[in-house]
């Protein structure tokens, strides 16, 4: 098992209720992830997943509950917090108009990367999502696959020591999604943390070393994913786990 | 600097979307040039310059030409007499008024002078015998475009006036001069018979009647606030910084849409997870959208120096402070960009802030004296004019460039100008503190 020092974000009955809302969107969460593992977050459309991490990312108030990341809270001591970790989020954010390289010099300042390294950064953040063919194009000319990958590299820039990446291959053909996978792998090979959310249970069992699943803002079961089919028993994969623990109904977003 | 970065790639944003661009540095322009031209003749004529009207004498007599001299000579009217070259009658005077060639025609009737003259004797003879008598009157006939407003109008009714009071003033005298002496006679010898004596009319002392003419009272025109309205602006004078206030306020629509866009799309949400301070994000768009408005002022100051001027326009004089003039346009574009910013962050959506940021400015741009000038306007109208930051951009432009003024007398609009920038700026960053802060 892991020792506490290994612990590198961990959260402790987080609680977020948007304001207007009846119930809250994230209710209880506790988890805590390892230092250089990859973390699943789980759970069908509405769980409260981008609600978890946008709290871990300074950008949402927890109306309770408290988030530490590498010793830092994530509410009281956010500025510290925010030069140390990586977003992709759930939409493409990038200036359309821009072309892919100046969408990466941009961010790459604003993530404050020495200007003496700005340049081999962005070329190492092409490479990886192998988009350094197309860099000088605009980002509105791209496929969906690449923009994802795109969203991707921007991320990565600045060498954070935990990436949080919300449903990154939503909506993508196969290849750009595979590619991405692959490059997770071998961020954490590099030794980064990956938080990661998804839907996808394939692409979990695949990638991540421990996942939680949620649902109803609530975590309804958490552990490795290979741990967890086993103890489930009459499941083959984490998918029929997931729809068991879940339910078949639709989950369609009102939001 | 990080600011820097920021203002970069506004600057680059911007750069892509040349659409805008063209409706910021042409829409003003555009604006300036149509309405300067229509303004031009409405400004001469309120403006103090001459007006034009055509001049037809049908008079054989010298008063005629004597009244023709007097309305020369009062300035406030030029005349015209003759139309490609030929001597124009009643009929000619009013088709051109009619076809809208001319705003004005004077038509002096025939037989003023024996008319006036006789009249004049009639008056003057009867007030001498204390006899009521009703002097026959004669006519000038003032033919008017309909088009012509009303302030217009009698301003010229006015210096016509002017001109019969003084003509009817100098004949009586003249009767008066002739035929005081013949009354006198007449009367003496009425009294006493063949005993009067007959070269009385000699030693009488003369009188003369230069004096008719010698204006003893002057209006000294003085308004209320001296220095506001003493000399007005050329029409050129007005329209440019007017039209150039609104063109530079519409970079409320680019700016607030650029921070609108971001929050749609995400970008703003990276950014704050980014250690990049709210500052230099909300900073950087405010400079970079400052830089447009300097270069839009920039271009607008050559129109009026050298485009407008083609189209027959007065060339536009800068007065003679372009320090304070630059510190004008400085400070009116940091209260546009302020406002931008703040639209920006209040508006819920694009359209939200477009509807919202246009109709604002136009509202701001009218109380302000963009439209129609403030001196024009009524008196409670002028009051509120003060609330506009248009309205007072164009005050500090129209005192640099028609009152001379300096740096210190625009101080008070510079510093409202300034206020209201720091006023929407605090409100905006306070408010995207919040939003930063994820509340
Ligand atoms: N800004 C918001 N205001 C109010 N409710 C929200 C907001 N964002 C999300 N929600 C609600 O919170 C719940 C969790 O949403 P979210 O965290 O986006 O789920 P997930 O990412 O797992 O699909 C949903 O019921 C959603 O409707
Ligand atoms: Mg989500």
């Given at each position: 098992m892991r020792s506490d020092n290994d612990i590198i974000l961990s959260t402790d009955h987080l609680v977020k209720t948007y304001r207007g809302?009846?119930?809250?969107?994230?209710?209880?969460v506790t988890l805590s992830v390892g230092k250089g593992s990859i973390f699943g977050l789980l759970g069908p459309n509405g769980a409260g997943k981008t609600t978890t991490i946008s709290i871990l990312c300074t950008l949402l108030q927890p109306s309770a509950g408290k988030a530490t990341l590498l010793g830092h809270d994530?509410?009281?001591?956010a500025a510290a917090v925010r030069g140390k970790i990586g977003l992709v989020p759930q939409?493409?954010?990038?200036?359309?108009?821009?072309t892919a390289r100046e969408n990466l010099y941009y961010f790459a300042r604003m993530l404050r990367v020495p200007k003496s390294l700005i340049e081999s950064r962005i070329n190492e953040s092409l490479q990886l999502v192998e988009l350094t063919e197309c860099?000088?194009?605009?980002?509105?000319?791209?496929?969906g696959g690449m923009k994802r990958r795109c969203n991707l590299a921007v991320a990565i820039l600045h060498h954070p020591e935990i990436l949080f990446l919300d449903?990154?291959?939503?909506?993508?053909d196969t290849q750009s999604r595979n590619l991405i996978l692959e490059r997770l792998t071998e961020l954490k090979q590099q030794g980064m943390t990956l938080v990661y959310t998804t839907h996808y249970m394939e692409e979990a069992q695949q990638i991540c070393d421990d996942v939680v699943i949620i649902d109803g803002g609530r975590v309804i079961a958490s552990g490795e994913p290979r741990q967890l089919v086993a103890e489930a028993?009459?499941?083959?994969?984490l998918e029929e786990l997931f729809l068991v623990l879940t339910g078949k109904q639709l989950r369609d977003r009102t939001e | 600097m990080l600011l820097l970065a920021n203002i970069k790639k506004e600057l680059l944003l911007l750069s892509r979307d040349r659409v805008s661009l063209l409706v910021l540095f042409v829409m003003p322009m555009v604006l300036v040039l149509i309405l300067s031209l229509i303004q031009d003749d409405l400004f001469r004529a309120t403006g103090g310059a001459a007006t034009t009207a055509l001049f037809v004498n049908l008079d054989e007599g010298e008063l005629g030409h004597e009244f023709e001299k007097s309305l020369q000579d009062n300035g406030a009217l030029e005349l015209v007499k003759s139309l490609s070259g030929k001597e124009i009658d009643s009929a000619a005077a009013r088709k051109s008024v009619f076809n809208g060639e001319y705003q004005f025609a004077i038509i002096v009737p025939a037989g003023f002078s024996a008319t006036i003259n006789q009249s004049a004797e009639d008056a003057v003879r009867g007030a001498l015998r204390d006899e009521k008598v009703i002097p026959r009157s004669s006519r000038i006939t003032v033919i008017f475009d309909?088009?012509?407003r009303g302030v217009y109008r009698s301003a010229v009714l006015n210096a016509l006036q002017l001109g019969v009071v003084g003509l009817e003033l100098s004949r009586k005298g003249a009767v008066f001069e002739k035929l005081l002496p013949e009354e006198l006679q007449r009367n003496i010898e009425a009294q006493m018979?063949?005993?009067?004596?007959?070269d009385l009319a000699d030693q009488l002392p003369r009188i003369s009647?230069?004096?008719?003419?010698?204006?003893l009272i002057s209006l000294d025109e003085e308004l209320a606030?001296?220095?506001?309205?003493a000399t007005l602006p050329t029409s050129v004078q007005q329209n440019v910084p007017a039209w150039t206030l609104f063109g530079m306020f519409f970079i409320v629509i680019p700016l607030a849409g650029t921070l609108i866009r971001e929050r749609q799309e995400g970008t703003l949400t990276r950014l704050m997870?980014?250690?990049?301070s709210n500052g230099s994000l909300l900073l950087g768009k405010v400079s970079a959208h400052l830089l447009i408005c300097l270069i839009q002022f920039g271009l607008m100051i050559m129109v009026g120096r050298f485009i407008l001027p083609l189209f027959g326009t007065p060339v536009l004089e800068l007065g003679s402070d372009p320090l304070a003039l630059l510190l004008v346009a400085v400070s009116a574009a940091l209260a546009a960009c302020g406002f931008g910013i703040l639209v920006g962050v209040v508006a819920r959506s694009y359209d939200q802030a477009a509807i919202f940021g246009s109709v604002s400015i136009v509202i701001a741009g009218a109380l302000g004296g963009v439209m129609v000038p403030v001196y024009v306007m009524p008196r409670f109208m002028q009051k509120i004019s003060v609330l506009s930051p248009l309205g007072w951009g164009l005050d500090a432009f129209l005192d640099i460039f028609?009152?001379?003024?300096r740096i210190s007398s625009v101080l008070p609009q510079v510093a409202a100008l300034w206020t209201f920038f720091l006023v929407c700026l605090a409100v905006a960053l306070i408010v995207f503190r919040r939003w930063r802060q994820g509340y």
């Open positions: 809302a009846t119930s809250p969107a994230v209710d209880g994530v509410v009281r001591d939409d493409i954010a990038l200036y359309g108009s821009l860099a000088d194009q605009r980002v509105s000319t791209f496929s449903e990154p291959t939503v909506g993508i028993g009459g499941c083959d994969n | 309909p088009a012509v018979g063949s005993y009067a004596p007959t009647f230069d004096w008719t003419n010698q204006s606030s001296p220095k506001k309205y997870t980014m250690p990049v028609v009152r001379d003024g």
